[in-house]
Each structure stands twice: as structure tokens, then as C-alpha cells.
């Protein structure tokens, strides 16, 4: 029997696509939000599908949503300050989570405290279910399969190409001011460190060209240790940032120690509500039309030597996010996932499901 799968945030702009990607599957979710005139529009629009009020700032209405064994996907961000409502509601019933998260922080959290939690529920958390840090997980995944026991270190970059203007949605842009001064980690000496955002560069090639990626935390570095054994070391960067890479790299040691600072987070706070004030809620249809997605992921021996490369292409980010969400939940929805707690891609699916229902909504290797 499939599950029941619940769509919270599905009216946001990632909310709304994830949920049109769910009816292409043939799925048919309930939508949660709290905007029931807005709910009820969407339902229409999608086929007269159900719809269920619920509101972060009243846990007990997104706890309601959900019974044992449901399939929870959860859109509703900034995750650090919206987040914590719908985790706690899947530990609670027990239910499947996923989540289209880039926010390092929350993804830490969930595995460290919310993974804990769900193990004795019997919930299963899968967080960053999208754009972050999907691509990452699966290219390692397949570089470490080849690589084998010389897996020493990987490195990750993500980086877009025919993006032109504003390539980034209001919700996305938000959650990256929300997160600029919390506290940064990365894997290094077999280990997870602090670590501020931006502290280190890698130079990674995407068909023929060079790109500068600024490091940053990841779901990569909770999960691929898992995968590899041998593993010291993992990097997850990105070129996104264009002609503001290098500044951003020169700035990272002051953005841990102005992290401490209550006055700091409160100006973080502020950019991202002026962010969200100025911005269009999404990129425009001609950006979309253009964006590709690629993401790198190289493996090397203790030597430093080159064993293992694997390069996975998608499309344009919010309807690659969309795509993956749908196919998790569907997925989970009618064969559940393997294992409990918090879990990795290739954790909850295993490397060939996750390689096939990647292919399925346009995620590729090259």
C-alpha cells in the first residue's frame, strides 16, 4: 500500500513546483500551508487535491498533519528559523522527512540531534533533498565506488552555467543571508571541524573551463564517511558567486568571530528581510530556460593522486530540487527507505535507485 504523502510550504514557489512534479508522478499529495485560499487555488489548479492548514508559529497544527508511516516533504524556509516544527513532527509519527534545505547549519542539526531522536521513533530524515546537496552525494558516491579503497579525499564543486540577472529564488537568497554568520564545519583528518564558509578555494573544470569554487558545509560531509571508510578529508564548494569569490574568501576569517556577536546575527537578520523586500519571488521563465546545473566530485589517494572522477549534470536548480523531491517521495511513499534516523541520498535509496531516479527528472552523469 502506498503511503500518504503531505507537502508543507506548497505554496512557495518551490513548494508550488514540487507539487506539480508530485501530480506528473501521478501522486496525489496533500497540500499544507497556511494560506487556505491560496491551498485551495493550487488544489484546483492541480486536480482537486486535498488540502490541510498548518503554520510553523503553532507546532501542534504541523504536528496534526502527519500519522506513522506518511511521507513528509517539507519546503518552508529559512530552515534555522522555520525548520525545527515539521523535523519534530515526523520524529513524532514516526514518518518519513524530506526536505529541500540548503542551509549548512540545519542540515547539521538534523543529523546530529534530529537523527538521534528519529532512530527511536522509527522516522527517517533526509534532509537537503535537492539542488544541495543531492548532485554532491551521487557524484562522491559513484567517483567512491571506483576509487575504491584508495579513497583518501574528495572534493565536490557545484556550479551553474546560462544563468544571466537574478538566478536565484527570494526564499533561496534569504536563507543564504540567514546563514552567512553561523557557525561553518568541514570534514578534515578523518573528523567534522568548525570551520567558517569561504575559508578555502578549489579550482575544479567543468567541460573544458576552469571554475573557483569558496568552500562551505555540506550534507556531503555527514554522509560520504559512511560510504568510504577510508576517507580523511571532504570538500563541498561552489561557484556561485562569480567576480565576488575572491572577496568572499578574503572575508571568511571575520565571519566566524562576527558570527558571536548578537548584534552581527541581528544585521543578518535584517539583510536577508531587506533581501526579501527587493527581490522577485523567482528568476524569470528566460533565466530558467537557460540554467544548467553541474556538479563535480573528485577522489585521491593519500599521494594526492587523481583515481576517480565523476561529473553529473541537471537542470536549472529549482526544477531539479522539484524533480528529486518528487521522485524521493514517491519512492518512499510506495517502498519506503532503508533505515531509520538521519540518512544520506545513497543511504535512504542505495547508489543504483538513486542513480535511476536522478536520470528520471534530468540529473545525469556526463
Given at each position: 500500500m502506498t503511503a500518504r504523502i503531505v507537502l508543507f510550504g506548497a505554496t512557495g514557489y518551490t513548494g508550488a513546483r514540487t507539487a506539480e512534479a508530485l501530480t506528473e508522478r501521478g501522486a496525489r499529495p496533500v497540500l499544507a500551508g497556511r494560506d487556505p485560499a491560496r491551498l485551495s487555488a493550487l488544489a484546483d489548479r492541480l486536480g482537486g487535491l486535498e488540502t490541510a492548514r498548518a503554520d510553523v508559529t503553532d507546532p501542534a497544527s504541523?504536528?496534526?498533519?502527519?500519522?506513522?508511516?506518511?511521507?513528509?516533504?517539507?519546503?518552508?524556509?529559512?530552515?534555522?528559523?522555520?525548520?525545527?516544527?515539521?523535523?519534530?513532527?515526523?520524529?513524532?509519527?514516526?514518518?518519513?522527512?524530506?526536505?529541500?534545505?540548503?542551509?549548512?547549519?540545519?542540515?547539521r542539526r538534523v543529523f546530529e540531534d534530529g537523527g538521534r531522536r528519529a532512530a527511536a521513533t522509527g522516522a527517517a530524515l533526509i534532509p537537503a533533498f535537492g539542488l544541495d546537496y543531492v548532485p554532491g552525494n551521487l557524484?562522491?558516491?559513484?567517483?567512491?565506488?571506483?576509487?575504491?579503497?584508495?579513497?583518501?579525499?574528495?572534493d565536490i564543486g557545484y556550479g551553474l552555467s546560462g544563468t544571466s540577472g537574478q538566478a536565484f529564488s527570494r526564499g533561496t537568497l534569504m536563507s543564504l543571508m540567514g546563514v552567512l554568520f553561523e557557525p561553518g564545519f568541514a570534514f578534515r583528518g578523518g573528523r567534522l571541524v568548525a570551520e567558517p564558509a569561504g575559508r578555502r578555494l578549489w579550482n575544479f573544470?567543468?567541460?573544458?573551463?576552469?571554475?573557483?569554487?569558496?568552500?562551505?558545509?555540506?550534507?556531503?560531509?555527514?554522509?560520504?564517511?559512511?560510504?568510504?571508510?577510508?576517507?580523511?578529508?571532504?570538500?563541498v564548494h561552489l561557484d556561485w558567486f562569480g567576480s565576488l569569490t575572491g572577496t568572499a574568501h578574503r572575508l571568511a576569517p571575520l565571519t566566524g568571530l562576527a558570527g558571536r556577536l548578537p548584534v552581527t546575527q541581528r544585521a543578518a537578520r535584517r539583510l536577508a528581510g531587506i533581501v526579501g523586500r527587493r527581490v522577485a519571488e523567482a528568476p524569470s521563465e528566460a533565466t530558467l530556460a537557460r540554467?544548467?546545473?553541474?556538479?563535480?566530485?573528485?577522489?585521491?589517494d593519500a599521494a594526492g593522486e587523481l583515481v576517480?572522477?565523476?561529473?553529473?549534470?541537471?537542470?536549472?536548480?529549482?526544477?531539479?530540487?522539484?524533480?528529486?523531491?518528487?521522485?524521493?517521495a514517491a519512492r518512499a511513499a510506495e517502498h519506503g527507505v532503508r533505515g531509520t534516523g538521519a540518512l544520506g541520498p545513497?543511504?535512504?535509496?542505495?547508489?543504483?535507485?538513486?542513480?535511476?531516479?536522478?536520470?528520471?527528472?534530468?540529473?545525469?552523469?556526463?
Open positions: 504541523v504536528g496534526a498533519l502527519l500519522g506513522s508511516g506518511d511521507v513528509l516533504v517539507t519546503t518552508v524556509g529559512p530552515f534555522l528559523q522555520l525548520g525545527r516544527a515539521a523535523v519534530d513532527a515526523a520524529v513524532d509519527a514516526g514518518a518519513i522527512y524530506l526536505d529541500s534545505t540548503g542551509e549548512p547549519p540545519f542540515v557524484a562522491a558516491a559513484l567517483a567512491l565506488a571506483e576509487a575504491g579503497d584508495r579513497a583518501h579525499r574528495v573544470e567543468i567541460d573544458g573551463r576552469v571554475r573557483r569554487g569558496l568552500s562551505i558545509g555540506g550534507s556531503e560531509h555527514l554522509t560520504l564517511p559512511d560510504l568510504a571508510p577510508t576517507l580523511r578529508t571532504v570538500g540554467a544548467r546545473t553541474h556538479t563535480v566530485a573528485e577522489v585521491r576517480a572522477r565523476a561529473q553529473v549534470d541537471g537542470p536549472e536548480a529549482y526544477g531539479l530540487t522539484a524533480g528529486l523531491l518528487a521522485w524521493g545513497v543511504q535512504a535509496f542505495g547508489l543504483a535507485e538513486l542513480t535511476a531516479g536522478a536520470a528520471g527528472v534530468g540529473l545525469v552523469r556526463a
